[in-house]
Protein backbone atom coordinates (compact mmCIF):
# COMPACT_ATOMS: atom_id res chain seq x y z
CA UNK A 1 0.00 0.00 0.00
CA UNK A 2 1.05 3.66 -0.73
CA UNK A 3 1.96 6.19 1.86
CA UNK A 4 3.16 9.28 1.35
CA UNK A 5 6.67 10.06 2.85
CA UNK A 6 5.42 12.72 4.78
CA UNK A 7 2.61 10.51 6.74
CA UNK A 8 3.57 7.96 9.28
CA UNK A 9 6.14 5.00 7.47
CA UNK A 10 3.49 2.33 7.62
CA UNK A 11 -0.17 1.83 6.99
CA UNK A 12 -1.04 0.94 10.42
CA UNK A 13 -4.92 -0.63 9.49
CA UNK A 14 -3.53 -4.19 8.78
CA UNK A 15 -1.86 -4.20 12.19
CA UNK A 16 -5.28 -3.40 13.95
CA UNK A 17 -7.83 -5.02 11.88
CA UNK A 18 -10.19 -7.16 14.07
CA UNK A 19 -9.01 -4.92 17.38
CA UNK A 20 -10.04 -1.61 19.27
CA UNK A 21 -7.71 1.12 17.32
CA UNK A 22 -7.82 2.78 20.66
CA UNK A 23 -5.80 0.22 22.40
CA UNK A 24 -3.15 0.21 19.38
CA UNK A 25 -2.75 4.18 19.70
CA UNK A 26 -2.70 4.88 23.26
CA UNK A 27 -2.93 8.98 24.25
CA UNK A 28 -4.62 9.16 20.13
CA UNK A 29 -8.06 8.67 20.82
CA UNK A 30 -10.04 6.96 18.09
CA UNK A 31 -9.06 5.68 14.59
CA UNK A 32 -10.84 7.92 12.08
CA UNK A 33 -10.76 7.57 8.33
CA UNK A 34 -11.40 9.88 5.76
CA UNK A 35 -11.79 8.82 2.21
CA UNK A 36 -11.23 11.13 -0.30
CA UNK A 37 -8.93 14.03 -1.03
CA UNK A 38 -10.88 16.71 -2.04
CA UNK A 39 -11.24 19.98 -0.35
CA UNK A 40 -13.41 18.16 2.26
CA UNK A 41 -11.20 14.99 3.30
CA UNK A 42 -8.33 17.77 3.58
CA UNK A 43 -9.72 19.47 5.62
CA UNK A 44 -11.61 17.37 7.69
CA UNK A 45 -8.27 15.87 7.84
CA UNK A 46 -6.43 19.33 9.05
CA UNK A 47 -9.31 20.10 11.26
CA UNK A 48 -9.00 16.47 13.49
CA UNK A 49 -4.90 16.42 12.92
CA UNK A 50 -4.82 20.47 14.56
CA UNK A 51 -6.85 19.13 17.71
CA UNK A 52 -4.26 16.02 17.91
CA UNK A 53 -6.48 13.78 19.69
CA UNK A 54 -7.24 11.01 17.36
CA UNK A 55 -5.35 9.23 14.69
CA UNK A 56 -6.44 10.08 11.30
CA UNK A 57 -6.04 8.11 8.20
CA UNK A 58 -6.47 9.72 4.29
CA UNK A 59 -7.69 7.29 1.23
CA UNK A 60 -7.58 8.50 -1.80
CA UNK A 61 -8.00 6.72 -5.19
CA UNK A 62 -5.69 8.86 -6.78
CA UNK A 63 -2.68 10.16 -6.66
CA UNK A 64 -3.40 13.85 -5.65
CA UNK A 65 -7.17 14.25 -5.20
CA UNK A 66 -7.81 17.61 -5.46
CA UNK A 67 -4.74 18.33 -7.46
CA UNK A 68 -5.44 15.38 -9.59
CA UNK A 69 -5.57 17.68 -12.65
CA UNK A 70 -2.90 20.04 -12.12
CA UNK A 71 -1.42 20.78 -15.56
CA UNK A 72 2.61 21.74 -14.76
CA UNK A 73 3.05 24.38 -18.24
CA UNK A 74 6.62 23.91 -19.51
CA UNK A 75 8.18 27.31 -19.88
CA UNK A 76 11.27 26.25 -21.72
CA UNK A 77 9.00 24.69 -24.48
CA UNK A 78 6.26 28.18 -24.44
CA UNK A 79 7.46 30.58 -27.38
CA UNK A 80 8.77 34.24 -26.11
CA UNK A 81 6.26 36.90 -27.69
CA UNK A 82 7.26 40.84 -28.01
CA UNK A 83 4.17 41.04 -25.17
CA UNK A 84 6.45 42.14 -22.09
CA UNK A 85 5.82 42.53 -18.55
CA UNK A 86 4.80 46.08 -18.07
CA UNK A 87 5.62 45.92 -14.42
CA UNK A 88 9.41 45.68 -15.35
CA UNK A 89 9.47 46.13 -19.22
CA UNK A 90 11.49 42.71 -19.80
CA UNK A 91 10.84 39.62 -21.16
CA UNK A 92 13.59 37.06 -20.24
CA UNK A 93 13.16 33.93 -18.27
CA UNK A 94 14.97 35.38 -15.46
CA UNK A 95 12.35 38.36 -14.91
CA UNK A 96 9.21 36.30 -15.66
CA UNK A 97 10.35 33.07 -13.73
CA UNK A 98 12.58 34.65 -10.51
CA UNK A 99 12.75 30.73 -9.20
CA UNK A 100 14.26 29.93 -12.10
CA UNK A 101 11.47 26.62 -12.13
CA UNK A 102 11.05 25.05 -15.37
CA UNK A 103 7.01 24.39 -14.99
CA UNK A 104 4.41 26.49 -13.65
CA UNK A 105 1.77 24.36 -12.40
CA UNK A 106 -1.79 25.51 -13.63
CA UNK A 107 -5.48 24.57 -10.98
CA UNK A 108 -7.53 22.78 -13.72
CA UNK A 109 -10.33 23.86 -12.85
CA UNK A 110 -8.96 26.94 -12.17
CA UNK A 111 -10.07 28.09 -8.72
CA UNK A 112 -11.10 31.36 -7.63
CA UNK A 113 -12.96 32.49 -3.92
CA UNK A 114 -14.73 35.32 -2.82
CA UNK A 115 -14.49 35.58 0.99
CA UNK A 116 -18.41 37.05 1.46
CA UNK A 117 -19.12 33.39 0.16
CA UNK A 118 -15.82 31.57 1.20
CA UNK A 119 -15.43 32.88 4.59
CA UNK A 120 -14.60 29.62 6.05
CA UNK A 121 -12.63 28.49 3.43
CA UNK A 122 -10.42 32.14 3.93
CA UNK A 123 -9.98 30.92 7.78
CA UNK A 124 -9.07 27.40 6.72
CA UNK A 125 -6.10 28.96 4.52
CA UNK A 126 -5.31 31.59 7.27
CA UNK A 127 -4.66 28.97 10.23
CA UNK A 128 -3.28 26.88 7.86
CA UNK A 129 -0.47 29.04 5.99
CA UNK A 130 -2.08 29.02 2.47
CA UNK A 131 -0.72 31.98 0.72
CA UNK A 132 -3.95 33.85 -1.41
CA UNK A 133 -3.38 36.60 -3.30
CA UNK A 134 -5.67 38.81 -4.59
CA UNK A 135 -6.72 39.02 -8.94
CA UNK A 136 -8.00 41.74 -10.55
CA UNK A 137 -10.68 40.44 -12.53
CA UNK A 138 -11.52 41.52 -16.12
CA UNK A 139 -14.39 40.24 -17.99
CA UNK A 140 -15.93 40.13 -21.63
CA UNK A 141 -19.07 38.21 -22.18
CA UNK A 142 -20.02 37.82 -26.05
CA UNK A 143 -23.21 37.27 -27.81
CA UNK A 144 -22.46 35.08 -30.31
CA UNK A 145 -25.49 35.83 -32.96
CA UNK A 146 -25.93 39.01 -32.13
CA UNK A 147 -22.16 39.98 -32.46
CA UNK A 148 -22.48 41.61 -29.15
CA UNK A 149 -19.85 42.16 -27.00
CA UNK A 150 -20.00 44.22 -23.45
CA UNK A 151 -17.80 43.38 -19.77
CA UNK A 152 -16.41 44.88 -17.45
CA UNK A 153 -13.39 45.36 -15.38
CA UNK A 154 -13.06 45.44 -11.44
CA UNK A 155 -10.85 48.41 -9.68
CA UNK A 156 -9.50 47.18 -6.41
CA UNK A 157 -10.17 49.19 -3.08
CA UNK A 158 -8.58 47.95 0.16
CA UNK A 159 -10.94 44.80 0.64
CA UNK A 160 -13.35 45.40 -1.90
CA UNK A 161 -13.74 45.29 -5.44
CA UNK A 162 -16.01 47.54 -7.60
CA UNK A 163 -17.17 46.35 -11.11
CA UNK A 164 -16.98 49.14 -13.64
CA UNK A 165 -18.31 48.34 -17.20
CA UNK A 166 -16.54 49.02 -20.12
CA UNK A 167 -18.40 51.04 -22.84
CA UNK A 168 -15.36 50.51 -25.56
CA UNK A 169 -16.24 47.44 -26.34
CA UNK A 170 -17.41 47.37 -30.04
CA UNK A 171 -20.87 46.57 -30.56
CA UNK A 172 -22.06 47.79 -27.62
CA UNK A 173 -25.45 49.15 -27.54
CA UNK A 174 -27.50 51.41 -25.11
CA UNK A 175 -29.94 49.12 -24.72
CA UNK A 176 -27.62 47.14 -21.97
CA UNK A 177 -28.47 49.82 -20.50
CA UNK A 178 -31.40 48.49 -19.30
CA UNK A 179 -29.40 45.67 -17.81
CA UNK A 180 -28.15 47.67 -15.06
CA UNK A 181 -31.27 48.47 -13.67
CA UNK A 182 -32.49 44.89 -14.29
CA UNK A 183 -29.01 43.74 -11.87
CA UNK A 184 -30.03 46.37 -9.08
CA UNK A 185 -33.50 45.13 -9.31
CA UNK A 186 -32.36 41.42 -9.11
CA UNK A 187 -29.73 42.71 -6.21
CA UNK A 188 -32.73 44.35 -4.30
CA UNK A 189 -34.64 40.87 -4.34
CA UNK A 190 -32.29 38.74 -3.92
CA UNK A 191 -31.30 41.08 -0.38
CA UNK A 192 -35.57 41.10 0.44
CA UNK A 193 -36.12 37.24 -0.52
CA UNK A 194 -32.75 35.01 -0.15
CA UNK A 195 -34.11 34.23 3.29
CA UNK A 196 -37.77 34.35 2.52
CA UNK A 197 -39.38 30.90 3.09
CA UNK A 198 -41.83 31.63 0.99
CA UNK A 199 -39.41 30.82 -1.87
CA UNK A 200 -38.02 27.77 -0.25
CA UNK A 201 -40.09 25.34 -2.22
CA UNK A 202 -39.56 27.07 -5.68
CA UNK A 203 -36.83 26.39 -8.11
CA UNK A 204 -35.07 29.97 -9.48
CA UNK A 205 -35.93 29.29 -12.99
CA UNK A 206 -39.81 29.52 -11.77
CA UNK A 207 -38.66 32.45 -9.42
CA UNK A 208 -37.38 34.39 -12.68
CA UNK A 209 -40.92 33.68 -14.35
CA UNK A 210 -42.74 35.07 -10.78
CA UNK A 211 -40.44 38.13 -10.85
CA UNK A 212 -40.75 38.88 -14.97
CA UNK A 213 -37.00 39.71 -15.87
CA UNK A 214 -36.27 40.17 -18.57
CA UNK A 215 -35.86 37.11 -21.11
CA UNK A 216 -32.34 39.18 -22.67
CA UNK A 217 -31.18 40.00 -19.28
CA UNK A 218 -31.59 35.83 -17.83
CA UNK A 219 -29.87 34.39 -21.09
CA UNK A 220 -27.25 36.85 -21.49
CA UNK A 221 -26.27 37.44 -18.30
CA UNK A 222 -27.83 35.29 -15.00
CA UNK A 223 -28.06 32.08 -16.64
CA UNK A 224 -24.19 32.54 -18.12
CA UNK A 225 -22.90 33.68 -15.04
CA UNK A 226 -24.78 31.03 -12.98
CA UNK A 227 -23.53 28.60 -15.61
CA UNK A 228 -20.41 29.03 -15.07
CA UNK A 229 -19.76 29.84 -11.26
CA UNK A 230 -22.18 25.94 -10.99
CA UNK A 231 -20.10 24.82 -14.13
CA UNK A 232 -23.33 23.15 -15.13
CA UNK A 233 -25.92 23.36 -18.19
CA UNK A 234 -28.61 26.33 -18.01
CA UNK A 235 -31.48 23.61 -17.61
CA UNK A 236 -29.22 22.28 -14.25
CA UNK A 237 -29.29 25.93 -12.96
CA UNK A 238 -32.82 26.46 -13.73
CA UNK A 239 -33.70 23.55 -11.40
CA UNK A 240 -32.10 24.79 -8.76
CA UNK A 241 -33.88 26.24 -4.95
CA UNK A 242 -34.38 29.36 -5.19
CA UNK A 243 -32.80 30.16 -1.96
CA UNK A 244 -29.61 28.29 -2.57
CA UNK A 245 -29.01 31.00 -5.77
CA UNK A 246 -30.70 34.28 -4.46
CA UNK A 247 -28.26 33.71 -0.99
CA UNK A 248 -25.27 32.71 -3.59
CA UNK A 249 -25.80 35.79 -5.41
CA UNK A 250 -26.30 38.32 -2.19
CA UNK A 251 -23.29 36.83 -0.73
CA UNK A 252 -20.78 36.46 -3.84
CA UNK A 253 -21.66 39.23 -6.29
CA UNK A 254 -23.21 41.80 -3.92
CA UNK A 255 -20.53 42.48 -1.57
CA UNK A 256 -18.15 43.40 -4.03
CA UNK A 257 -15.32 41.71 -2.35
CA UNK A 258 -12.03 40.93 -4.34
CA UNK A 259 -11.66 37.64 -5.90
CA UNK A 260 -8.78 35.51 -4.30
CA UNK A 261 -6.47 32.20 -5.78
CA UNK A 262 -4.27 30.43 -4.12
CA UNK A 263 -0.43 32.27 -5.00
CA UNK A 264 0.87 28.19 -4.89
CA UNK A 265 -2.12 26.77 -6.86
CA UNK A 266 -3.57 23.97 -5.44
CA UNK A 267 -0.78 22.54 -4.93
CA UNK A 268 0.49 24.09 -1.90
CA UNK A 269 -3.35 23.99 -0.80
CA UNK A 270 -3.00 20.39 -0.51
CA UNK A 271 0.43 20.26 0.83
CA UNK A 272 -0.19 22.31 3.62
CA UNK A 273 -3.66 20.45 4.57
CA UNK A 274 -2.83 16.73 4.80
CA UNK A 275 -0.15 17.61 7.40
CA UNK A 276 -2.80 17.12 10.06
CA UNK A 277 -3.11 13.28 8.91
CA UNK A 278 -0.97 10.72 10.77
CA UNK A 279 -1.38 8.40 7.80
CA UNK A 280 -1.85 9.18 4.25
CA UNK A 281 -2.84 6.09 1.60
CA UNK A 282 -2.62 7.34 -1.89
CA UNK A 283 -3.34 5.04 -4.86
CA UNK A 284 -5.65 3.01 -2.76
CA UNK A 285 -9.18 2.39 -3.53
CA UNK A 286 -12.62 1.20 -1.63
CA UNK A 287 -14.36 -1.04 -2.16
CA UNK A 288 -16.85 -1.10 0.51
CA UNK A 289 -17.49 0.65 3.99
CA UNK A 290 -19.38 -1.66 6.38
CA UNK A 291 -20.53 -0.49 9.72
CA UNK A 292 -20.03 -3.79 12.17
CA UNK A 293 -22.73 -2.58 14.81
CA UNK A 294 -21.88 -5.13 17.57
CA UNK A 295 -18.57 -4.18 17.91
CA UNK A 296 -19.04 -0.32 17.31
CA UNK A 297 -16.53 -0.10 14.74
CA UNK A 298 -16.54 0.12 10.85
CA UNK A 299 -14.50 -2.01 7.95
CA UNK A 300 -13.15 -0.80 5.11
CA UNK A 301 -12.23 -3.14 2.38
CA UNK A 302 -9.87 -1.73 -0.46
CA UNK A 303 -10.29 -3.09 -4.07
CA UNK A 304 -7.00 -4.90 -3.90
CA UNK A 305 -9.19 -6.92 -0.52
CA UNK A 306 -7.12 -5.33 2.27
CA UNK A 307 -9.58 -4.93 5.31
CA UNK A 308 -9.15 -1.53 7.73
CA UNK A 309 -10.96 -1.52 10.77
CA UNK A 310 -11.83 2.07 12.47
CA UNK A 311 -13.58 3.08 14.87
CA UNK A 312 -15.60 5.98 12.48
CA UNK A 313 -15.54 6.73 8.54
CA UNK A 314 -15.52 10.41 7.07
CA UNK A 315 -17.16 9.58 3.06
CA UNK A 316 -15.53 12.68 1.33
CA UNK A 317 -16.54 11.78 -2.17
CA UNK A 318 -18.93 12.62 -4.62
CA UNK A 319 -22.54 11.24 -3.72
CA UNK A 320 -22.60 8.63 -6.53
CA UNK A 321 -18.75 7.63 -5.70
CA UNK A 322 -20.09 7.19 -1.77
CA UNK A 323 -23.32 5.29 -3.05
CA UNK A 324 -20.92 2.30 -4.92
CA UNK A 325 -18.78 1.92 -1.54
CA UNK A 326 -21.65 1.66 1.21
CA UNK A 327 -22.37 -1.49 1.88
CA UNK A 328 -25.58 -2.90 0.32
CA UNK A 329 -26.64 -4.99 3.51
CA UNK A 330 -26.31 -2.70 6.13
CA UNK A 331 -26.79 0.96 4.16
CA UNK A 332 -29.38 0.19 1.89
CA UNK A 333 -31.24 3.52 3.02
CA UNK A 334 -28.41 5.79 2.87
CA UNK A 335 -27.95 4.55 -0.36
CA UNK A 336 -31.34 4.93 -1.69
CA UNK A 337 -30.66 8.64 -0.51
CA UNK A 338 -27.84 9.35 -2.03
CA UNK A 339 -29.54 8.58 -5.30
CA UNK A 340 -31.26 11.91 -5.39
CA UNK A 341 -28.30 13.53 -6.29
CA UNK A 342 -28.21 14.33 -10.18
CA UNK A 343 -24.20 14.60 -11.75
CA UNK A 344 -23.72 16.57 -14.59
CA UNK A 345 -19.28 16.02 -16.43
CA UNK A 346 -17.66 18.88 -17.56
CA UNK A 347 -14.51 19.13 -19.53
CA UNK A 348 -11.52 21.71 -19.26
CA UNK A 349 -9.27 21.72 -21.75
CA UNK A 350 -5.32 23.39 -22.02
CA UNK A 351 -4.49 24.62 -25.36
CA UNK A 352 -3.08 27.74 -27.38
CA UNK A 353 -5.97 27.70 -30.08
CA UNK A 354 -6.98 31.15 -30.19
CA UNK A 355 -9.03 30.78 -33.05
CA UNK A 356 -11.54 29.42 -30.08
CA UNK A 357 -12.32 33.25 -29.69
CA UNK A 358 -15.59 33.14 -31.89
CA UNK A 359 -15.60 36.93 -30.82
CA UNK A 360 -12.94 40.18 -31.86
CA UNK A 361 -9.59 38.23 -30.95
CA UNK A 362 -7.63 41.72 -30.47
CA UNK A 363 -10.20 42.74 -27.64
CA UNK A 364 -10.51 38.92 -25.90
CA UNK A 365 -6.57 38.94 -25.36
CA UNK A 366 -7.19 41.63 -23.17
CA UNK A 367 -9.26 40.50 -20.74
CA UNK A 368 -8.93 37.18 -18.13
CA UNK A 369 -12.37 35.62 -18.69
CA UNK A 370 -14.02 35.47 -21.32
CA UNK A 371 -17.73 34.53 -21.80
CA UNK A 372 -19.40 33.32 -25.34
CA UNK A 373 -23.23 32.72 -25.55
CA UNK A 374 -25.02 31.40 -28.23
CA UNK A 375 -28.60 30.41 -28.46
CA UNK A 376 -27.56 26.85 -30.16
CA UNK A 377 -25.68 25.60 -26.79
CA UNK A 378 -26.79 24.74 -23.55
CA UNK A 379 -23.79 26.47 -21.76
CA UNK A 380 -21.35 29.04 -22.59
CA UNK A 381 -17.99 28.48 -23.41
CA UNK A 382 -15.77 30.01 -21.09
CA UNK A 383 -11.72 31.26 -21.96
CA UNK A 384 -9.61 32.02 -19.33
CA UNK A 385 -6.32 33.87 -20.69
CA UNK A 386 -3.61 32.12 -17.87
CA UNK A 387 -0.88 34.31 -19.59
CA UNK A 388 -2.78 37.56 -17.56
CA UNK A 389 -3.03 35.52 -14.00
CA UNK A 390 0.22 33.45 -13.98
CA UNK A 391 3.03 35.41 -13.62
CA UNK A 392 5.95 33.25 -15.21
CA UNK A 393 3.41 32.76 -18.37
CA UNK A 394 3.74 36.95 -18.95
CA UNK A 395 6.38 37.29 -21.97
CA UNK A 396 5.30 33.52 -23.75
CA UNK A 397 2.90 32.46 -26.33
CA UNK A 398 -0.67 32.79 -25.29
CA UNK A 399 -2.48 29.91 -23.42
CA UNK A 400 -5.82 29.48 -22.39
CA UNK A 401 -8.10 27.24 -19.96
CA UNK A 402 -11.61 26.29 -21.79
CA UNK A 403 -14.48 25.45 -19.83
CA UNK A 404 -17.00 23.22 -22.10
CA UNK A 405 -15.15 23.60 -25.78
CA UNK A 406 -18.01 23.91 -28.94
CA UNK A 407 -15.71 22.63 -30.71
CA UNK A 408 -12.45 21.11 -31.03
CA UNK A 409 -9.51 22.96 -30.96
CA UNK A 410 -7.16 22.77 -33.76
CA UNK A 411 -4.75 19.75 -33.90
CA UNK A 412 -1.62 20.02 -31.78
CA UNK A 413 -3.00 23.08 -29.82
CA UNK A 414 -4.11 20.67 -27.02
CA UNK A 415 -1.63 20.83 -23.96
CA UNK A 416 -4.20 18.90 -21.50
CA UNK A 417 -7.74 17.52 -20.96
CA UNK A 418 -9.84 17.17 -18.10
CA UNK A 419 -13.17 15.71 -17.40
CA UNK A 420 -14.96 15.88 -14.26
CA UNK A 421 -18.48 15.78 -12.60
CA UNK A 422 -20.66 18.16 -10.75
CA UNK A 423 -22.80 17.30 -8.26
CA UNK A 424 -26.06 19.20 -8.62
CA UNK A 425 -28.65 20.55 -6.15
CA UNK A 426 -32.12 20.57 -6.91
CA UNK A 427 -35.44 20.13 -4.65
CA UNK A 428 -35.25 16.39 -4.79
CA UNK A 429 -31.75 16.17 -3.65
CA UNK A 430 -32.34 18.98 -1.02
CA UNK A 431 -35.27 16.55 0.43
CA UNK A 432 -32.67 13.73 0.54
CA UNK A 433 -30.10 15.56 2.25
CA UNK A 434 -32.02 16.62 4.92
CA UNK A 435 -32.88 12.46 5.45
CA UNK A 436 -28.83 11.79 5.20
CA UNK A 437 -27.78 14.27 7.50
CA UNK A 438 -30.60 13.20 9.92
CA UNK A 439 -28.84 9.40 9.74
CA UNK A 440 -25.47 11.60 10.04
CA UNK A 441 -22.94 9.46 12.25
CA UNK A 442 -25.42 6.65 13.79
CA UNK A 443 -23.51 3.58 11.98
CA UNK A 444 -20.10 5.70 12.78
CA UNK A 445 -20.14 6.63 8.82
CA UNK A 446 -20.24 10.26 8.07
CA UNK A 447 -20.88 11.81 5.35
CA UNK A 448 -18.85 15.29 3.60
CA UNK A 449 -18.07 16.96 0.71
CA UNK A 450 -19.43 20.45 -1.43
CA UNK A 451 -22.90 17.86 -2.00
CA UNK A 452 -23.57 17.65 1.77
CA UNK A 453 -24.10 21.08 3.00
CA UNK A 454 -27.45 22.45 2.58
CA UNK A 455 -28.53 25.33 1.01
CA UNK A 456 -24.91 26.02 -0.65
CA UNK A 457 -23.76 25.84 -4.21
CA UNK A 458 -21.66 22.83 -3.94
CA UNK A 459 -18.10 24.52 -4.30
CA UNK A 460 -14.99 24.75 -2.08
CA UNK A 461 -16.96 26.85 0.46
CA UNK A 462 -19.53 24.12 0.82
CA UNK A 463 -16.81 20.97 1.01
CA UNK A 464 -14.84 23.30 4.28
CA UNK A 465 -18.49 23.84 6.08
CA UNK A 466 -19.05 20.11 5.50
CA UNK A 467 -16.19 18.99 7.28
CA UNK A 468 -16.50 21.53 9.82
CA UNK A 469 -19.81 20.67 10.52
CA UNK A 470 -18.78 16.82 10.41
CA UNK A 471 -16.07 16.91 12.70
CA UNK A 472 -18.14 19.42 15.57
CA UNK A 473 -20.29 16.52 15.75
CA UNK A 474 -17.29 14.13 16.29
CA UNK A 475 -16.26 16.17 19.51
CA UNK A 476 -13.65 18.99 18.01
CA UNK A 477 -14.03 22.33 18.17
CA UNK A 478 -12.62 24.44 15.36
CA UNK A 479 -10.15 26.78 15.71
CA UNK A 480 -11.89 29.67 14.04
CA UNK A 481 -15.56 30.90 14.50
CA UNK A 482 -17.91 29.14 12.15
CA UNK A 483 -19.66 31.40 9.22
CA UNK A 484 -22.97 30.07 7.59
CA UNK A 485 -23.57 33.14 5.68
CA UNK A 486 -22.59 31.00 2.63
CA UNK A 487 -25.62 28.79 3.79
CA UNK A 488 -29.28 29.97 3.28
CA UNK A 489 -31.06 30.42 6.36
CA UNK A 490 -33.67 28.21 5.85
CA UNK A 491 -31.03 25.32 5.94
CA UNK A 492 -28.93 26.59 8.81
CA UNK A 493 -30.43 24.74 11.37
CA UNK A 494 -29.60 21.73 9.52
CA UNK A 495 -26.22 21.96 10.44
CA UNK A 496 -25.59 24.53 13.45
CA UNK A 497 -27.52 25.58 16.52
CA UNK A 498 -26.37 28.86 16.55
CA UNK A 499 -28.16 32.21 16.36
CA UNK A 500 -28.26 32.14 12.03
CA UNK A 501 -29.27 35.68 12.66
CA UNK A 502 -25.85 36.47 13.38
CA UNK A 503 -24.36 34.86 10.64
CA UNK A 504 -26.67 36.74 8.39
CA UNK A 505 -26.43 40.10 9.84
CA UNK A 506 -22.26 39.99 9.83
CA UNK A 507 -22.50 39.26 5.93
CA UNK A 508 -24.77 42.20 5.30
CA UNK A 509 -23.98 45.13 2.47
CA UNK A 510 -22.17 47.74 3.50
CA UNK A 511 -25.08 50.84 3.27
CA UNK A 512 -22.92 52.75 0.70
CA UNK A 513 -22.25 49.91 -1.40
CA UNK A 514 -25.93 50.69 -3.72
CA UNK A 515 -24.10 53.66 -4.10
CA UNK A 516 -20.95 52.27 -5.24
CA UNK A 517 -22.66 50.23 -7.67
CA UNK A 518 -24.20 53.41 -9.51
CA UNK A 519 -21.04 55.06 -9.67
CA UNK A 520 -19.43 52.38 -11.02
CA UNK A 521 -21.73 51.81 -13.37
CA UNK A 522 -22.89 55.13 -14.69
CA UNK A 523 -19.37 57.12 -14.36
CA UNK A 524 -17.52 55.35 -17.46
CA UNK A 525 -20.35 57.37 -19.48
CA UNK A 526 -19.66 60.83 -18.13
CA UNK A 527 -16.00 60.27 -17.83
CA UNK A 528 -16.34 59.01 -21.68
CA UNK A 529 -13.43 56.74 -20.93
CA UNK A 530 -12.84 55.26 -24.58
CA UNK A 531 -9.83 53.07 -23.98
CA UNK A 532 -9.85 49.11 -24.16
CA UNK A 533 -9.16 47.79 -20.54
Not at 35 to 42: C, H, K, R, S, V
Not at 68 to 87: G, V
Not at 150 to 179: A, D, E, I, M, T
Amino acid sequence: MNTSSSASSSTSGNSVAGTSSSSTHPGKGLRIAVIGAGIAGLSCGWILGKAGHHHVTLFERSHAGLNAFTYEAPLTQLRSTECADPANNSTSTEALSPNNEDHVKIDVPFRVHIPSYYPNLTNLCRLAGVAVETLRNTTTISHVEEQLCWGYRSLNLGLYSVPWLNWSLQNFRWSFLKFIFQFYQFRRDCARDAHDPAYTTMTIAEYFNLKGYGERFLSELVYPFLSAACTCSYDAVGKYPAHVILNYFLQSATRYRQWRRFSGGSTDLVKKLEAGFDDLCYNVGIASVEPISDEEIVKITTTDGEEFLFDHVVICTPPNTTRQMLSEEHMQRERELLKAFEIESSSITIHNDASLFVADQEQQSKTKFSVFVSTSETKPMIHLTLNRVYPALKGKEPLYETWNCWRSPVEGSVKAEAKFERPLVTLKSEAALRELLAEQGKKRVWFAGSYSTPGCVPLLEGGVLSAATVTRQLGVSLPWQADYSSISEHSRALVTTEDSCKAYSASKPLPWSSLLVVLALISPLVLAHKSCW
